[in-house]
Structures are given as C-alpha cells and as structure tokens.
C-alpha cells in the first residue's frame, strides 16, 4: 500500500499484465460469441482478483475497496468479459454483509430488482418476480438477490438453477440476462447496517464509474495511437488541427472520467460518499458520450468495423451509461442536493461534497 | 500524463475558511456587483487588503515579500476570490505569472525591485506579446528593441493590452536580433518597460461591449535601460512558455460563470423556476466537482516541481469550454430576454457572459493552438 487512500501498485501490475495476456482482441471477440469467457474467468479467478476487499474471514482475498476499484478500471481498460463488478464489490459484498458463503464461482446481483417480493419464513426466503438485465446470470454460481423485507434489508443466496433463465444481452454483447425467480426458495438473512437498496445502487453506481474509467482511457490512448499511424495527404493524420480536436477532447474525458472515478472510490473507501459516487456516475456517463464520439470520428470507417479493437470499448461504454443510474436519475439526484444548499452553500458543495450533506 | 487525485490538508482547508470569512466580511453577498472570473474590476485598496493577509505573491519566497506558500495554497486563495465574483484584477497579472517570471529569470536588483511592491499589492502589470501582425503565431513578433549604449530604443505596436491604462508596468516580448531563418524562437527577449516612459502611446481598443479593457500600445524611440531586460538576451521565447505554464489550467479557467450560477439559483429560490434548474444545477456542481479535482490535481504537481504543461493545456482548454457550455446551458433553459440593465443581478449577470463569454476560448492562447501543444504531449504515452 502506496499510503492510507491509495492503491496497493502490485493491484495495479499484476491486474494489468494478467488482462494483457488473457484479454487480447481475439479473446475478447469470441467471448460475445460464445456468450461467456470460462478461460478468462478462471485465470482471473486464479489471483483471487474477484473477491479483493471482502475479509478473508468471510472468504474473500482482503484488500481495500480502492484496490477493488482499480481492479475494475483495468477490467474496463482491457474490456475483460468477466462478471467482475458482480461478484466482487457488489454481490460478494451483499454476501459478505449478511452473513452468507461466498462461492467459488462468479456471483451476480440484480441491478433492477425493485420488483422482486419475497416471503420470509425462518431462515429462508421464497422468492417471486421477474428481474431483467442480471449480468452473466447464466454463468453464476449464486444470485445475491437484494431486498426489504417489513424494513429490513435482507440478502438471499439463490441458487440460479432454482430459477428460470432467458440469455439477453447488451449492446456489447455482454450477458443481461432476464431471470424469472418464481418459487425459488433460499437461505436468507438480514444485511449489516449501511447495506440497502440505497446504498448498493450507489455501489453499483460507482462500479460502473470504474469500469468506464478504464474504458475512456483505452479508447483515447487507441485513438492517439491510430491517428499517429494512419497517414494521409503525406503525413498521421494527428498533424491535422482538426484530428487533434478529437485526440484532446478524447484524452480530456478519459482524466476526467478517471479523476472522478478515483477521488468517488477514496471517498467511499472511508465513508459516506453519496455526492461523489453520483457525480463520478454522471461525470463518466457523459464523459462516455464525448468521448466515444470523438474517437470514432478520428478513427474513421476503420472504428466502424468489427475487426479493429474500438467497439469493445465504445459498445461498453454506451450500454454501462445506462447501467446504475443514466444520465437523468444522477443529475436529478445532484440537482436536490444542489438546490438544498441554497446559493449560500451551492460552493462549498463543489469543494466539500458528502462532507457537507448531512 | 497523469491526473493523480489529491485533497486539501487540515491546514489547507483552515486557508480556504479564512478567506471565506474574509470575503464574508469584506464583500457580503449583496454588497457588490460580482465580477466574472479574471475579468476583474481592478480596486487597488481591495488588492491592499488581500496583501496584508499575504495572499499577493503567496508563493514568492519570503525574502523578498512573499510567503513561501505553496501553488495549492495561492489555489485556495484565487479559487475563493474568483468564485466570489471578487475585484482581484489590479494585482491578478502579477500574482499569477509577472512575480513568478521576475523570481525565476530577473536579476537580483529586479527582485528587489518589484517582488516586495507585487507582494505589498502595489503594482499592476500588463503583458505584451500580441502585435498587429502577430496573434496565435507569437513567434513572429516584430516590434524591435536595438541596443544603444547603456540600453535599449524600442519602436513597434502591442495590441490587446489589457489594463495599459491603468498598469504601472509592461512586460513585453520583443525582438533584440534580427529573425534568423529557420530559427524564429530565437532572438526574441523580455524587457520591463515602464507604462508611463516618453514615447509610449496608450490608446483604447473598445471591447466589444463599449467596455475599455484592451489598448494598443505604440512605441516610438521609447528607451528601456539595460538594468531591464528579464533573464539573458535571446531566451525570451523560453520564458515566455515558462510564464505559460503559470497562466494555464487554474481556476480562472473554469470559474468565470459561478457568480451567475450562484445568483441563479439565489432568484430561483421558492419560484417555479426553482424546479426548472434543478437538474442543471446537478449537472453543473459534478462537472465543477470534475474539473476542480484535475485542476487542483495540477497545482499539487507544481508542487512537487513538475512543470505539468500539458495537463494545465488540457485543464485550460476543457474548463474554457465549460464556461461557455454553462452560459448555453443557462441561456437554453430560462427563456427570458435578459438585459445588461434589468433589476435582476441574475440577468445581468448573464447578459455580461453572452457578451463577453466568446473571448473565454481565446485570451491566453486559443483553444485550437493548446490543441496542437496538448496532443503532441499526448503522443509519448503508452497505448
């Protein structure tokens, strides 16, 4: 550990030279294919990756939340078609909060999962409902299903064979599956205090943030790469002051998207986080949109096909906008703590963030 | 390239509430019409005040009038001034890039000179590097110095010279050897003219507004002793991207329209209109939150010695835009026609900003040429 708020640098370089070995375009090509990576997950799984900051005592590989984080950004930096985020920081996390084992394999939880009800009856929950758009359901090994039972927040470890699954996908031909939980019964018990329908949306939320964090900074670093081959009228395109604008905007949005992601993850990291984590969502989100524009455009027909590596990341980018929270439910939820600090506070807002909301 | 988080320390945070308590003092909301950014109204006796407090030249060392604080710190104070709308522009020059380019190139006799009287907030600077024919391309500068005996005659034309008027001093990027071929960066040197010396014209070029700001300053076989060129002869071009760097990626860049942010929501308070901006006012406190954290992030690597040059072009070319993407933002969402002289602080406010906004993407180097500085930096990283 570098100091108290920073990443262990070993995280760092073995997550990264891990992912450059096994993510590699080709593998990543026929993990949308297949619908699945086991290769890439068992080596990742291997390093005990998947389960940083859970407590070893609860199963997990220790480590901090941040180290966690930065395990996503290089996930969504070499595009890595695992259920990271899922079986980590937020299902493994549900888990750990209740009590629960943490399996040997991939994990996963329910982004939308309001509409799921669920009896309870002693140590078991009987589940019922349907959730749409559950990551790599089809490959999980449990199902971290979320829910409030007469005020209490509960987390039931469902079996995914318990359940009905009909594959779906994303834009980036990731699993999103739609998992019909009819009768599905499992053990069940209540969440420590701090984990909540809330506060696992926030999570899910800044897991994202990380993962497109990665994601921009590939894009524009490809993109920087590609103008500066590519040459036309006698000279790399990244001569011309109109590519330049997109190569600037590009690695604009990529510092600020990381930027955001980190100072929300140190925040969380500590404490309550609630402001950060909401404008690292929306930051990243929109951060998303310029920059995929503007890397594509630099990129010409080139980034427009299959064959060439940008669309694992601008296909990412555009479908995890949308995941935990787009653009509208963020800045919604800024907008109420903005106007509640009146013109008086509306800066020290800017400068003190969840320090300031109490 | 490299943004690395940081936050502010105890003693930081205790900074930034004393200039908070000071402005609340010194210019209660309501008390004064709030200036946009660094276009600042210039009040020597505010820049007096702020300099008792040692907040002018902070970062000079101690020795000669400064306070041997650090960039983060003088970011606090700019930062805190700016976001009240606060008069700093008799000293702003100075603070932020003159004090630096005297402490760093000038001669001894020039720190002692002009350090301690920046630091007292005594002085005001302008800077000459435009000319009629030179703009973006400010290596092409032609107005010529030519050594005399125990100095130099300069004749020539500076143009958007903010402040002239009302400066004290000129620090001018002239040419003191004729243009070599192939070689345009060389010859050029920075000299210390006095704004009232013999021979220098002073005339206003009306900003677009009627407002006086800029001038043309004409020189006509006006001396400058020798005691007043900064640095060695030749390097001016160097120094002149060394004073660059300073100038670049801070607060002023970004914070131009908080003011009218601010009076927005003041006016929207309990009306209808309150739910109208509601999310705006989200989005707009995330992209501050985002761009404060790199901009603060590139202050904290001055301090660390690094000259981060393109991330202050990055930061720059990023928040100017921003300043411009709120007053769109603003002007598309609150259908009102504002007027520079209605009741409302709010319209007029905004009214300033439409007006003088476009000049956001061009003052201190346009946003197409920090382009061309930003993406060659952009090329050495890995892939």
Same mark, same amino acid.
């Given at each position: 550990?570098?100091?108290a708020?920073?990443?262990?640098?070993?995280?760092?370089?073995?997550?990264d030279?891990?992912?450059?070995?096994?993510?590699?375009?080709?593998?990543v090509?026929?993990?949308? !294919?297949?619908?699945?990576?086991?290769?890439?997950?068992? /080596?990742?799984?291997? @390093?005990?990756? =998947? $389960?940083?900051? #859970?407590? %070893?005592?609860?199963?997990?590989?220790?480590?901090?939340?941040?180290?966690?984080?930065?395990?996503?950004?290089?996930?969504g930096?070499?595009?890595?078609?695992?259920?990271?985020?899922?079986t980590?920081?937020?299902?493994?996390?549900?888990?750990?909060?209740?009590?629960?084992?943490?399996?040997?394999?991939?994990?996963?939880?329910?982004?939308?999962?309001?509409?799921?009800? !669920?009896?309870?009856?002693?140590?078991?929950?009987?589940? /019922?409902?349907?959730? @749409?758009?559950? =990551? $790599?359901?089809? #490959?999980? %090994?449990?199902?971290?299903?979320?829910?409030?039972?007469?005020?209490?927040?509960?987390?039931?470890?469902?079996?995914?064979?318990?359940?009905?699954?009909?594959?779906?996908?994303?834009?980036?031909?990731?699993?999103?599956?739609?998992?019909c939980?009819?009768?599905?019964?499992?053990?069940?018990?209540?969440c420590?205090?701090?984990?909540?329908?809330?506060?696992?949306?926030?999570?899910?939320?800044?897991?994202?943030?990380?993962?497109? /964090?990665?994601?921009?900074?590939?894009?524009?670093?490809?993109?920087?790469?590609?103008?500066?081959?590519?040459?036309?009228?006698?000279?790399?395109?990244?001569?011309?002051?109109?590519?330049?604008?997109?190569?600037?905007?590009?690695?604009?949005?990529?510092?600020?998207?990381?930027?955001?992601?980190?100072?929300?993850?140190?925040?969380?990291?500590?404490?309550?986080?609630?402001?950060?984590?909401?404008?690292?969502?929306?930051?990243?989100?929109?951060?998303?949109?310029?920059?995929?524009?503007?890397?594509?455009? /630099?990129?010409?027909?080139?980034?427009?096909?299959?064959?060439?590596?940008?669309?694992?990341?601008?296909?990412?980018?555009?479908?995890?906008?949308?995941?935990?929270?787009?653009?509208a439910?963020?800045?919604?939820?800024?907008?109420?703590?903005?106007?509640?600090q009146?013109?008086?506070?509306?800066?020290?807002?800017?400068?003190?963030?969840?320090?300031?909301?109490? | 390239?490299?943004?690395?988080?940081?936050?502010?320390?105890e003693?930081?945070?205790?900074?930034q509430?004393?200039?908070?308590?000071?402005?609340?003092?010194?210019?209660?909301?309501?008390?004064?019409?709030?200036?946009?950014?660094?276009?600042?109204?210039?009040?020597?006796?505010?820049?007096?005040?702020?300099?008792?407090?040692?907040?002018?030249?902070?970062?000079?060392?101690?020795?000669?009038?400064?306070?041997?604080?650090?960039?983060?710190?003088?970011?606090i104070?700019?930062?805190?001034?700016?976001?009240?709308?606060?008069?700093?522009?008799?000293?702003?020059?100075?603070?932020?890039?003159?004090?630096?380019?005297?402490?760093?190139?000038?001669?001894?006799?020039?720190?002692?000179?002009?350090?301690?009287?920046?630091?007292?907030?005594?002085?005001?600077?302008?800077?000459?590097?435009?000319e009629?024919?030179?703009?973006?391309?400010?290596?092409?500068?032609?107005t010529?110095?030519?050594?005399?005996?125990?100095?130099?005659?300069?004749?020539?034309?500076?143009?958007?010279?903010?402040?002239?008027?009302?400066?004290?001093?000129?620090?001018?990027?002239?040419?003191?050897?004729?243009?070599?071929?192939?070689?345009?960066?060389?010859?050029?040197?920075?000299?210390?003219?006095?704004?009232?010396?013999?021979?220098?014209?002073?005339?206003?070029i009306?900003?677009?507004?009627?407002?006086?700001?800029?001038?043309?300053?004409?020189?006509?076989?006006?001396?400058?002793?020798?005691?007043?060129?900064?640095?060695?002869?030749?390097?001016?071009?160097?120094?002149?991207?060394?004073?660059?760097?300073?100038?670049?990626?801070?607060?002023?860049r970004?914070?131009?329209?908080?003011?009218?942010?601010?009076?927005?929501?003041?006016?929207?308070?309990?009306?209808?209109?309150?739910?109208?901006?509601?999310?705006?006012?989200?989005?707009?406190?995330?992209?501050?939150?985002?761009?404060r954290n790199?901009?603060?992030?590139?202050?904290?690597?001055?301090?660390?010695?690094?000259?981060?040059?393109?991330?202050?072009?990055?930061?720059?070319?990023?928040?100017?835009?921003?300043?411009?993407?709120?007053?769109?933002?603003?002007?598309?969402?609150?259908?009102?026609?504002?007027?520079?002289?209605?009741?409302?602080?709010?319209?007029r406010?905004?009214?300033?900003?439409?007006?003088?906004?476009?000049?956001?993407?061009?003052?201190?180097?346009?946003?197409?040429?920090?382009?061309?500085?930003?993406?060659?930096g952009?090329?050495?990283?890995?892939?």
């Open positions: 550990m570098t100091e708020t920073g990443v262990d640098e070993l995280v760092t370089e073995t997550a030279r891990l992912f450059t070995q096994i993510c590699d375009h080709e593998s090509q026929n993990a949308e !294919a297949a619908g699945a990576a086991p290769e890439i997950w068992s /080596a990742f799984a291997e @390093t005990g990756f =998947p $389960w940083i900051s #859970i407590d %070893e005592d609860r199963g997990g590989s220790g480590g901090t939340l941040l180290d966690a984080l930065e395990v996503l950004r290089l996930v930096y070499h595009a890595a078609p695992i259920p990271a985020a899922e980590g920081v937020l299902g493994g996390w549900l888990l750990a909060s209740s009590g629960h084992e943490i399996p040997a394999g991939p994990v996963t939880v329910l982004p939308n999962g309001n509409n799921i009800t !669920a009896s309870v009856s002693g140590d078991q929950m009987t589940l /019922a409902g349907t959730c @749409t758009r559950v =990551p $790599w359901a089809r #490959i999980a %090994e449990r199902i971290a299903v979320l829910v409030e039972v007469d005020g209490q927040s509960m987390v039931a470890s469902v079996n995914p064979k318990d359940c009905v699954i009909q594959p779906m996908t994303n834009m980036a031909g990731e699993p999103r599956d739609t998992v939980f009819d009768g599905a019964i499992a053990p069940a018990s209540p420590v205090a701090g984990v909540n329908p809330e506060s696992f949306r926030f999570r899910g939320a800044l897991s994202r943030a990380a993962l497109m /964090a990665g994601a921009i900074e590939k894009m524009s670093q490809l993109t920087v790469t590609y103008t500066n081959d590519r040459i036309q009228f006698g000279r790399p395109v990244a001569r011309f002051q109109a590519v330049q604008q997109h190569l600037v905007w590009g690695a604009q949005e990529a510092a600020l998207a990381r930027m955001a992601a980190e100072t929300a993850g140190r925040e969380a990291n500590r404490g309550p986080a609630f402001f950060e984590i909401a404008a690292a969502k929306l930051i990243t989100n929109q951060a998303a949109a310029r920059a995929t524009k503007a890397c594509h455009q /630099a990129h010409g027909a080139m980034g427009m096909t299959q064959e060439y590596p940008l669309h694992h990341y601008s296909r990412r980018l555009w479908s995890w906008r949308k995941e935990y929270g787009g653009d439910e963020w800045s919604k939820w800024l907008g109420n703590a903005a106007v509640s009146g013109a008086e506070g509306l800066y020290a807002l800017v400068t003190g963030g969840s320090s300031v909301l109490s | 390239m490299r943004f690395t988080p940081t936050e502010l320390t003693e930081e945070l205790s900074l509430q004393q200039v908070r308590d000071f402005l609340q003092e010194e210019l209660p909301p309501g008390s004064h019409e709030p200036c946009l950014g660094m276009a600042a109204n210039k009040d020597k006796a505010f820049s007096l005040k702020m300099a008792e407090r040692g907040w002018v030249g902070m970062a000079l060392p101690k020795e000669w009038g400064g306070s041997d604080r650090t960039a983060v710190d003088r970011f104070v700019v930062e805190e001034m700016l976001r009240w709308g606060a008069p700093v522009g008799h000293h702003w020059v100075a603070d932020r890039q003159t004090g630096n380019v005297i402490l760093k190139f000038g001669t001894e006799e020039q720190r002692e000179r002009f350090l301690p009287a920046i630091c007292r907030g005594e002085l005001g600077f302008s800077i000459g590097m435009s009629p024919d030179s703009g973006s391309d400010l290596a092409s500068v032609s010529k110095a030519e050594q005399t005996t125990d100095g130099w005659i300069i004749n020539g034309t500076k143009i958007w010279t903010s402040g002239a008027h009302e400066n004290d001093w000129f620090v001018c990027l002239l040419r003191t050897s004729p243009m070599e071929d192939g070689n345009k960066h060389a010859g050029l040197s920075q000299l210390l003219i006095d704004l009232k010396s013999p021979g220098l014209e002073i005339s206003p009306p900003f677009l507004d009627g407002s006086h700001h800029f001038n043309e300053v004409t020189f006509n076989e006006v001396f400058v002793p020798d005691i007043n060129v900064v640095g060695d002869l030749g390097m001016g071009w160097h120094q002149n991207t060394t004073e660059m760097a300073y100038e670049r990626g801070g607060p002023d970004w914070l131009s329209p908080f003011s009218t942010v601010e009076q927005l929501l003041r006016e929207a308070k309990g009306t209808e209109l309150e739910e109208t901006v509601s999310d705006l006012f989200g989005e707009l406190v995330a992209r501050w939150w985002g761009i790199l901009s603060l992030s590139v202050a904290r690597l001055i301090d660390t010695g690094e000259a981060p040059s393109i991330e202050s072009s990055l930061v720059k070319e990023m928040g100017t835009r921003y300043e411009q993407e709120v007053v769109e933002k603003l002007v598309h969402l609150i259908d009102i026609e504002y007027s520079p002289d209605s009741d409302s602080l709010f319209e406010l905004l009214a300033q900003c439409v007006v003088t906004f476009p000049g956001n993407t061009i003052r201190g180097g346009t946003i197409e040429i920090l382009r061309s500085v930003a993406s060659k952009l090329k050495g990283l890995p892939a």
